[in-house]
């Protein structure tokens, strides 16, 4: 090869690429309603990234690919928590990470803030990234199809879309707050208990520290009958 050849194929090379990257950049731009759902970026969502910022999140949380790895993305955690596990987090992690090996500090967030961020963390999680994370997507999957169809989950399911959170079973979902195996040994409540447990956790057990969970009384008659059959 000559240098005149070499440097052909880097002048062209270069500027090829250049061409390819500025025209994907000013696809970008023509699409950023699309890919950012600028119609649900609110007032709300704007203060909930303000926490974010506030905070330093992204010290140990993941957002879109930025932040630290010591801690879950945060990208799709509104499918993979749901809002009352996100406030009590946020606000009791010394109480709700007790027990885990991975611990958050307590950052004095208020109600109002821990709501905001729900709320940013809504909009992220439904705006267009291609799917990111990959390792969250069964969570979005199984949320929607219990807002949807809660009729016809299966147990991975209920696991996944509604207690995966804080709850294991067979090797599904995050171990926080035990799995449903040793959960359904130990448990003495009842069908009707189980779902007031679940819609209303002050109410059986003030002492628990579980937020109430955001989701209907049907999917919670699902995720009881689910508990006891494993009994």
Same mark, same amino acid.
């Not at 959960?183 to 009707?192: C, G, H, L, N, V």
């Given at each position: 090869m000559t240098r005149r050849t070499a440097f052909l194929i880097f002048f062209f090379g270069t500027l090829s690429s250049a061409v390819i990257f500025l025209l994907l950049t000013i696809d970008f731009h023509r699409k950023k309603d699309i890919y950012t759902d600028t119609s649900a970026l609110t007032e709300q969502v704007v203060a909930g990234k303000n926490v974010w910022k506030k905070y330093n999140c992204n010290d140990c949380h993941t957002m879109l690919g930025f932040g630290g790895y010591y801690a879950p993305d945060m990208t799709k955690a509104f499918f993979r928590l749901g809002e009352n596990n996100i406030i009590a987090i946020v606000m009791h992690p010394e109480e709700v990470y007790k027990n885990s090996f991975r611990k958050m500090p307590n950052l004095g967030v208020t109600e109002?803030?821990?709501?905001? %961020?729900?709320?940013?963390?809504?909009?992220?999680?439904?705006? @267009?990234? +291609?799917?990111?994370?990959?390792?969250? @997507?069964?969570?979005?999957?199984?949320? +929607?199809? +219990?807002?949807? $169809?809660?009729?016809?989950?299966?147990?991975?399911?209920?696991?996944?879309? $509604?207690?995966?959170?804080?709850? $294991?079973?067979?090797?599904?979902?995050?171990?926080?707050?035990?799995?449903?195996? *040793?959960?359904?040994?130990?448990?003495?409540?009842?069908?009707?208990?189980?779902?007031? %447990?679940?819609?209303?956790? *002050?109410?059986?057990?003030? *002492?628990?520290?579980?937020? $109430?969970?955001?989701?209907? +009384?049907?999917?919670?008659? %699902?995720?009881?009958?689910?508990?006891?059959?494993?009994k």
């Open positions: 109002k803030e821990a709501r905001d %961020l729900v709320a940013f963390f809504k909009w992220t999680g439904n705006i @267009e990234n +291609r799917q990111w994370p990959p390792q969250d @997507e069964k969570y979005v999957a199984a949320y +929607r199809m +219990r807002e949807s $169809a809660a009729q016809v989950l299966t147990k991975t399911d209920i696991v996944l879309g $509604a207690c995966g959170g804080c709850h $294991a079973f067979e090797n599904q979902g995050r171990d926080v707050a035990g799995d449903f195996n *040793d959960i359904a040994k130990e448990t003495t409540y009842d069908r009707d208990t189980l779902v007031k %447990l679940m819609l209303d956790p *002050d109410s059986v057990d003030p *002492d628990l520290g579980m937020p $109430a969970q955001n989701v209907s +009384r049907e999917t919670a008659e %699902l995720i009881a009958d689910f508990i006891l059959s494993l």
